[in-house]
């Protein structure tokens, strides 16, 4: 016995074509295409954004790194201000102590005038 070839477009096996049938077959076949297209750009994708984590995690490291940078480049600046605004403080302490000292010793020689005015 010989085996029939069966159409595979005959979707209902009555042995005829009809336009729906291949309509409804090659939408099916499209409709596989499709699917296998959406697969391949899934797998793209897939690997595109494993490459961008890991592009995000050197990234990361990289700005880790920079941010420890600019940290101690800034502790080292504040560090410098600190001392020189302790410069300053202790400059402007020793004016301010020279010129009480100052007005202290104008102070006494007025009282010292007044004294001996007053003896006199």
């Known amino acids: 016995m010989e085996e029939e070839k069966v159409n595979p477009m005959d979707l209902n096996g009555d ?3 009809t336009i729906g049938e291949k309509v409804q077959y090659y939408a099916g076949k499209a409709g596989e ?3 296998e297209g959406v697969k391949k750009v899934y797998e793209g994708v897939k ?3 494993k490459d961008a984590l890991e592009d995000a995690k050197v ?3 990289k700005a880790k790194c920079k941010a420890k940078d600019v940290y101690a480049d800034a502790k080292g600046k504040a560090g410098e201000l600190a001392d020189k ?3 300053k403080a202790a ?3 020793d004016k301010g102590k020279a010129k009480a000292a100052e007005v202290v010793d104008k102070a006494k020689a007025k009282i010292d005038n007044l004294k ?3 003896e006199a």
Do not use: H
């Open 116 to 118: 001996d005015k007053k």
């Open 33 to 35: 295409k499709v699917e």
């Open 15 to 17: 042995g005829k074509v």
């Open 91 to 93: 400059e402007l302490a």
């Open 85 to 87: 605004g302790k410069a």
């Open 59 to 61: 990234l990361a490291g």
């Open 47 to 49: 690997e595109d954004a």
